[in-house]
């Protein structure tokens, strides 16, 4: 049965294959706005696949990418305080700061500790309650949800010490901006899956209306992948732009309603800075009024040192799609998984990182 299955998965493809190579009469560019997306693409050898005048580049879809480097500044002052612990997604311990980063300030004495749930920090703040425990909470609306609903288990268990830094970023507002940049040129979308389970098809609705550019909400298979690009390169052929759903076994037309309300319970819209592309109106999220005690900038204010970031890096032209991770001074050089210069080097998930692992028959001539 497994053969015959994986022999089914490969005529599927290579009908789909057959399908874009006929549709496809001009070149076409095509960015996947999601990680999981980029290093399925990779893993499966979909680029290979594809005919020649179909480009894949991707987008802003990390979020470790995309956390500016105050960010990394302001986690790093406060594991510099006394009595704190700092809570994390291993990926963030190796994403440089301006002059540090959490792991070398673990390495000297500061107490960070990986978590794999938010609310693993909750256990963390009732063991300790002489210390103050600061989650970090970053992430698109995929993982938001989550922290909201540690915040809202904190103050059910009444706990004082804990807080969040939250970095946590909206897609929507993302993609607007990509389109607003002249220099971005993308003649269609591969849309997050996981973000869009949470947020629904709706808020994607202002690219047809507004810019007149497909977009496809993705599943993560490879034959997803495929047929969601299938899609796109029938909707250019045509000289339609409508946003479809090819995941709709997982995303529902409205999302995932209980989500939202989380959500919308403990955080509200903010500007938000983002690596590459600056800050945009709406594009974050913080915690509100009601919950704002939890808001560690609010209750503990720490004294930050000036942000810069590494010259040569071009970790934020690659978010923009506006050049490849190979076209990079450092990258394969001084930049590399084990010494990341850039974010993107970081994330398993970080365009540059799957590059480097998947990509070097392509980077290395």
Known sequence: MPNNQGDEIRQAAAVLVKEIDRLVKQPVRIMEVCGTHTVAIFRAGIRQLLPSQVELVSGPGCPVCVTPNDYLDTAIAYSRCDDVIIT????????????????????????????????????????????????????????????????????????????VLSAHKLVPPALRALMADRKVKVDGFLLPGHVSAIIGEQPYH????????????????????????????KQIHTGTAVVENQYSRVVKPGGNQVARQVLAQVYEEADATWRGIGVMQGSGLRVNSKYRRFDVRVRLPVQVENTCEDAACRCGEVLRGLVKPADCLLFGKTCVPEHPVGSCMVSVEGTCAAWYKYGAWRWQK
Request: hydrophobic fraction near 50%; proline fraction near 6%; aromatic fraction near 10%.
């Open 88 to 163: 994390t997604f291993g990926d963030m311990l190796r994403v440089p700061g301006s002059s540090s980063s959490l792991r070398a300030e673990k390495a000297v004495g500061a107490d960070v500790r990986i978590v794999y749930s938010p609310l693993e920090s909750l256990d963390i703040a009732a063991s300790n309650p002489g210390k103050k425990i600061i989650f970090l909470a970053i992430g698109f609306e995929a993982t938001a949800p989550t922290a909201a609903a540690t915040v809202l288990t904190a103050e059910k268990l009444g706990l004082d010490n804990f807080y």
């Open 206 to 233: 202002f690219l047809e209306r507004e810019y007149h550019v497909p977009a496809i909400i993705a599943g993560f298979e490879p034959l997803d992948i495929l047929q969601s690009v299938y899609m796109l390169v």
